[in-house]
């Protein structure tokens, strides 16, 4: 990787605590441009939190997080700005229930990039065609399964042009036939090279695409390496532990 | 009158009450509808044969506007109270949500009786008081312009008929209000932090992705209590307001027509409620075959 450049992401030393619980626990890390950063960890390791630090959905306790080298914490008076360069997909789809799919590209197009209807529309008629679902435009959320409604949450998000894109656990919420048309978009985000930190528990997929792989337990990074290392050669008996549950099925 | 069990709306994944999810419950034959129609009908076949019964109705019917206007004037108000108040019942602000919960708790926790006794002949002397008061004060100090209107403000200026719109307003604004709260609380968080992430502000979002869907997830609720308000109304005859009630408490006084007088007055406000609820089921049901 050009290490040499500034990173997209960085997060310096980061902790979340939700009252007693400490939910993430010193965590430094650094995602570069065109980079791809898969978390992998058991469930209430911290994966979401740290992600959702990235772009202030959760404000942590300590530590910093940078984004294009502008920190969170400094800056949270323009957060708003901000997080409209930051996309993200949630694992519920989380998409906006009262309007079409087009409505829901063009939402904040309009109201936070103040870019005119006819510019929005075609923008988000751009975006659909690339997730391959523009036939599905003037349908709601409600009428469409659950792999077109991330495929159409993901092109909400490339349409605000993001700098980086944020995943958490995509597919998790998807019947198994629905998995892998979401998984494409993804590859296809991949080989243009999008920045993207990605929580997943598809494996196949993290190993063809992610640059570096992270493993967590328990609120704290167990082991990092790239695909090849962790999966061939993991060296935290944790990991090794973790991946033998998860490959088994 | 218990408004937090009215809304128990099932919801999807994005909150929402799906078009199937509301047509669950299979549909009878509306056979109390027409038990209820017979009645109305029968009364006013007896209006046309019987001239006692005709007296009554065309005296009480005087009172029929009263009683619609107030009922609107005073709704649509709760309804602007309700939503600034259920929004400050969900702020992030410390200094809202508890004003909000307040005023609430403290509407819920008094009759609504007392309530318009309390605001028609305390509250509102007391600010038309204070307010002329004010209107002195600032004339002593040289604001003669507003200081003389506000000192013409006397308490006999507000009419009781006001004065009754705003006390159902006051007291069905905290009903509502609860409503809203319950309605934005039934949208899933994920709404909220969808439209954060894209970088709406919290407010660009309540507007745009939040209060949208919670308001038609209300609308039965909203619907209901406006039905409620309608009966409520009644109460006001205590403020000497001529609506329906009063008029027919005011007839059966005088002519001991007691029977006459009050089999008219249910009937009037059974045929309103009637009406009423036919309209909000009609609207529910337009918002529903709008999302198929
Ligand atoms: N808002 C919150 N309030 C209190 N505790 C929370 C909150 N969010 C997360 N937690 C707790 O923090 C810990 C880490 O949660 P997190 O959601 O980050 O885990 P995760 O690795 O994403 O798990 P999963 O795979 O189940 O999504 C968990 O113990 C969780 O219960
Ligand atoms: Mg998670």
Known sequence: ?249 | MAVNDRLVTPKNKNGLQSADEMQLTKKDFPWWMVAIGVIIAATFWLIQVSPDFKDAFEIIRAGLGVTITTTICAYSIAVLIGLVVGLGRVSESVVWRNISTIYVEVIRGIPLLVLIFFIALVLIPGLTTALSALGSLLTDIGLEGIGAKLAAIENKSIPMNARAIISLAITYGAFSAEIFRAGIQSVSKGQMEAARSQGMSHWQAMRHVILPQAIRNVLPALGNDLISMLKDSSLVSILAVRDITQIARLYAGHSFRFAQAYSILCVLYLTLTLVLSLIVKLIERKMSNERK
């Not at chain 1, 949270?76 to 789809?93: A, E, K, L, P, T």
């Not at chain 1, 409604?149 to 998000?157: E, H, T, Y």
């Open chain 1, 1 to 249: 990787m050009n290490e040499n450049n500034a990173p997209m992401i960085e997060v310096k030393n980061l902790s979340k605590s939700f009252g007693t619980l400490e939910a993430v626990h010193g965590i430094s890390l650094k995602v570069f441009p065109k980079q791809v950063l898969v978390i992998i960890g058991p469930s209430g390791s911290g994966k979401s939190t740290l992600l959702r630090t990235m772009n202030w959905l959760e404000q942590p306790t300590e530590g910093e997080v940078f984004v294009d080298g502008i920190s969170l914490w400094e800056n949270q008076y323009r957060i708003n700005d901000i997080r409209s360069n930051i996309g993200m997909v949630f694992q519920n789809f989380n998409l906006y229930g009262h309007l079409t799919v087009t409505e829901n590209i063009t939402l904040a197009l309009r109201i936070v990039k103040k870019i005119k209807k006819e510019d929005a529309q075609r923008i988000a008629m751009q975006q659909l065609m690339k997730v391959g679902i523009a036939d599905k435009a003037d349908y709601y959320p409600s009428q469409l399964s659950g792999g077109q409604q991330q495929r159409v949450a993901i092109a909400r998000a490339l349409a605000m042009e993001p700098k980086v894109m944020l995943f958490d656990e995509p597919t998790s919420a998807l019947d198994p036939e629905m998995i892998k048309e979401v998984l494409d978009v993804m590859q296809l985000l991949v080989k243009e090279g999008m920045t993207m930190v990605i929580v997943t528990h598809e494996m196949g997929f993290a190993k063809a695409a992610a640059d570096e792989i992270i493993f967590m337990d328990m609120g704290k990074i167990v082991e990092r390496a790239a695909p090849e290392v962790f999966f061939e050669h993991p060296a935290c008996e944790r990991t090794q532990q973790f991946l033998s549950q998860i490959l088994k099925h």
